[in-house]
């Protein structure tokens, strides 16, 4: 056994038997074989994943990659032209693809709740942040007994985030640096109790010291209110900082799914997801290892007829160019979509 | 800055000296400068690299030193001459010796200018090659920064290009000229992940082989640690430098409090390392601080200093020599830890 291999067992034990435990934690939202068209075009193709409950799920890419469209179809939001063309989105049994408006927003805010990027724009700027909780306390009268118990609730969810209540209840967005409209648009969208949350891409247009204060904030969340987070980032610092599962995303398909350890270190592995690793420069890296990727992302009017990343991949073989490669899971849920990385493995050790 | 005056700066090997740059924007509310007191050289063929974070000043003092914005005070000799002095002639060299790449390759190139129209008339202007060649010298460029060098690709417009496309075409703008100094700002901010390098090894490549320096803006250590190897890193907090010093050195031995809890702040791209920094690192200390306003008198950096001392409010810390060729500006160096294990581990030290 490598150390490589014994490092990552040796982290599962230390995290109290992780994967044992995500085995057994149920299924919240299950994507299966979801796709969104715009059009003729195809933003999100055949895409299958399952978010259990406590994970910390990141949805990675470049952009353009389909994750922002993926995570708005969770909330049944996809922007218009665009419609789900095939595959369901299940969320504890309910399914939400097709599911009647009326429905669908006692969903929506209450159960799975999503933080918009750019939350710098999220607020009304001429009345307070106060009135605009009351306003969506109002909207959902069920949600709490009395409208004063909601407050007590946001305020206590403000100390969460590390904000004053007393400042921020009271005061206008204007007064509000990045970081803390981005804290209070958390406290926001965890208001109504969800079980879920989606963040779109939480640190962006965040200096540094905010970023570490967000990651850390949500790790308290995560811990103190249980809830599943879901985010989207293109960063991938705040997945190794953030998720404890990760789909990794390339031109609509979904290449990689797997725990941190498996998408970072793990011997099989999508070429993509190696050689995105490779290009990051970070203040760790080895600067003489770090590549670039060749070439660029295919566009959706013009993918290639096998894999779509074949034509910048250096370790493509000949039915890369025409086939497709599925995406398949071993006995730890970790996939890959790969014909090269999946050859060598035993039929008998993959799910599907 | 009076002995400046009186002798103007002979090194024949610096190309660009910024001396006493301060700036307050004439609308600005900010109770702070936008610059204060900012000194910078820059050598020929170097690369210095300006760190801090939104609203440092980074980009103000870039917009000054390719002269698109005077200050309000100091001044920036170009070659050992200050350049708001120049004559006509000079003007219009310095100019052309001195380029920008922006930030944002979508708002940098004019929509309605073909890719031949956003090159030809700079080379016309400053008379690069002779009127019958610059065609031959567009397609030239093109080449060297790794775009399609055919005539086709040059009636092509910026809103069929994608994003590393077009900040090729920035850059071979800005080269097009045969600049000495590039002041590139974030050139690869609004980049994906997986062309980033691409541009970075472009912008190295042209530095050795046509002998540029460049002045690299960025918030990115990660980044900045790749072009800046063997350079020079300055850091900036609120229109102040608190440190400059060699790359390397400063990312594996901050020695000013800023610039230490920058990097201990960073997200790790890998997590091994996070999570063994999680466990040494107490980031409860970091919360309160990172809201606090800049001091308005002494260390500007007092307000969110863990390590501060009544004399740091007193004045403002000169920068002083902590090791050979580097400097913070900071009464207590000494006090500032080595960063946790984590970081120059894996970086090989």
């Keep these: ?352 | 800055m009076t002995a400046a005056e009186t002798t103007p700066a002979t090194d024949p090997a610096l190309l660009l000296q910024v001396d006493g740059l301060s700036h307050r924007y004439p609308t600005s509310t900010a109770p702070l400068p936008a610059l204060n007191g900012v000194d910078l050289a820059v050598g020929q063929d170097s690369v210095t690299a300006i760190v801090g974070e939104s609203g440092c000043g980074k980009t103000t003092l870039g917009r000054m030193i390719t002269g698109l914005l005077k200050p309000s005070d100091g001044r920036i000799l170009y070659q050992g001459q200050d350049i708001w002095n120049l004559g006509r002639a000079d003007w219009n060299q310095y100019r052309r010796a001195v380029q920008i790449v922006q930030q944002d390759p979508y708002a940098s190139l004019n929509p309605g200018l073909s890719i031949r129209e956003t090159l030809r008339p700079g080379l016309l202007h400053h008379k690069i090659v002779p009127r019958r060649e610059v065609q031959g010298e567009i397609l030239r460029l093109l080449e060297l920064v790794g775009l399609d060098a055919d005539e086709a690709f040059l009636r092509r417009f910026p809103h069929q290009l994608s994003g590393g496309q077009r900040q090729r075409l920035a850059v071979a703008r800005a080269v097009s000229l045969r600049p000495q100094l590039v002041v590139a700002d974030e050139p690869t901010s609004m980049l994906d992940v997986s062309i980033r390098v691409a541009v970075l090894d472009l912008l190295l490549s042209l530095r050795a082989e046509q002998g540029l320096a460049y002045v690299f803006i960025s918030h990115d250590f990660g980044v900045v640690r790749y072009i800046a190897r063997g350079g020079r890193i300055i850091v900036m907090f609120f229109g102040e430098v608190v440190e400059d010093g060699p790359a390397e050195e400063v990312i594996k031995h901050p020695r000013h409090p800023y610039s230490y809890l920058l990097l201990e702040s960073i997200p790790i791209p890998d997590p091994r390392t996070a999570r063994r920094r999680r466990q040494e690192i107490a980031t409860d200390a970091v919360d309160d601080l990172a809201e606090q306003p800049p001091a308005e008198e002494g260390c500007i950096f007092a307000n969110r200093c863990p390590f501060v001392e009544d004399a740091c409010r007193q004045a403002r810390p000169p920068m002083a020599e902590v090791s050979p060729g580097h400097r913070a500006a900071c009464l207590f160096p000494e006090r500032v830890p080595q960063l946790s294990e984590a970081i120059p581990e894996i970086a090989g030290v």
Excluded at chain 1, 240 to 246: G, S, W, Y
Aim: net charge negative.
């Design chain 1, 1 to 352: 056994m490598s150390t490589h291999q014994m490092m990552a067992l040796h982290a599962d034990t230390a995290g109290g038997g992780d994967s044992d435990a995500r085995q057994q934690a149920p299924a919240i939202l299950e994507v299966d074989n979801l796709s969104v068209n715009f059009g003729p075009l195809r933003a999100v193709d055949g895409v299958s994943l399952t978010v259990r409950e406590g994970d910390i799920y990141a949805l990675a890419g470049e952009s353009g990659c389909g994750k922002s469209t993926l995570a708005y179809s969770l909330l049944g939001m996809v922007p218009p032209p665009g419609v789900v063309s095939t595959g369901q989105i299940t969320f504890r049994g309910h399914t939400l693809t097709g599911m009647d408006r009326r429905k669908l927003d006692q969903i929506r805010g209450a159960e799975i709740s999503m933080v918009f990027q750019a939350a710098m724009n999220a607020f009304n700027p001429v009345i307070t942040i106060g009135t605009q909780v009351e306003h969506v306390l109002q909207a959902h009268p069920d949600s709490f007994p009395t409208a004063r118990e909601g407050r007590e609730y946001f305020e206590y969810l403000l100390r969460l985030v590390r904000l004053d209540p007393e400042v921020v209840w009271k005061g206008y967005e204007s007064r509000l640096s990045g970081g803390m409209k981005q804290r209070v648009a958390i406290a926001l969208g965890l208001l109504l109790r969800p079980s879920v949350l989606v963040l779109d891409e939480p640190t962006t247009a965040l200096d540094i010291l905010n970023q570490r204060l967000v990651i850390d904030i949500l790790n308290d969340l995560h811990e103190t209110l249980g809830v599943t987070i879901i985010f989207i980032t293109h960063d991938l610092a705040l997945v190794a900082e953030l998720a404890n599962r990760v789909a990794v995303m390339y031109a609509g398909r979904l290449v990689e799914t797997g725990t941190i350890d498996e998408i970072f270190y793990d011997e099989r592995r999508h070429p993509y997801v190696s050689a995105l690793i490779r290009a990051v420069p970070s203040v760790t890296a080895d600067t003489e290892l770090i590549k670039p990727i060749p070439g660029r992302v295919p566009s959706l009017a013009e993918l290639p007829p096998g894999c779509r990343f074949a034509p910048r991949c250096a370790q493509a073989i000949d039915i890369c160019q025409s086939v497709d490669p599925p995406l398949l899971l071993d006995a730890a849920e970790h996939g890959v979509a790969c014909h090269v990385v999946n050859a060598g493995l035993s039929e008998k050790g993959l799910l599907k």
